[in-house]
């Protein structure tokens, strides 16, 4: 049974921080890319973040480069992302997500290759 429950999502104001977890469970963690999303209200989900575990490869949008940072714990099969310099436009539902590690590289931020998801956390900036 895989299981990705995330936490740390909260309330913040503009140039804050926060750091989200993701603790996965159930499958075999070092194998896979690991990814974060997110979901405003009235838009698609969006690729954040994402790291190929077993090269230890990062991916960013754009829109975060620079301000956020995704790591991994494999002691204890944990996933983060820190978020620095929150902006409004940065409220949304964070969701992480396991896809098979070889699809990291080319399609990170496709929503469909992800095949387990988290429930969500809700960050909003003011």
């Known amino acids: 049974h895989v299981q990705l429950v995330e936490s740390g999502g909260d309330s913040v104001e503009s140039g804050g921080s926060l750091r989200l977890s993701c603790a996965a469970s159930g499958y075999t963690y070092s194998s896979n890319c690991m990814g974060w999303f997110r979901q405003a209200p009235g838009k698609e989900r969006e690729g954040v973040a994402a790291i190929y575990l077993d090269a230890g490869v990062t991916y960013y949008a754009g829109s975060v480069k620079g301000r956020f940072t995704i790591s991994q714990d494999n002691a204890k099969n944990t996933l983060y992302l820190q978020m620095n310099s929150l902006k409004p436009e940065d409220t949304a539902i964070y969701y992480c997500?396991?896809?098979?590690?070889?699809?990291?590289?080319?399609?990170?931020?496709?929503?469909?290759?992800?095949?387990?998801w988290g429930q969500g956390t809700q960050v909003t900036v003011s």
């Open positions: 997500a396991a896809a098979p590690g070889w699809l990291c590289v080319s399609a990170w931020a496709a929503a469909p290759i992800y095949k387990y």
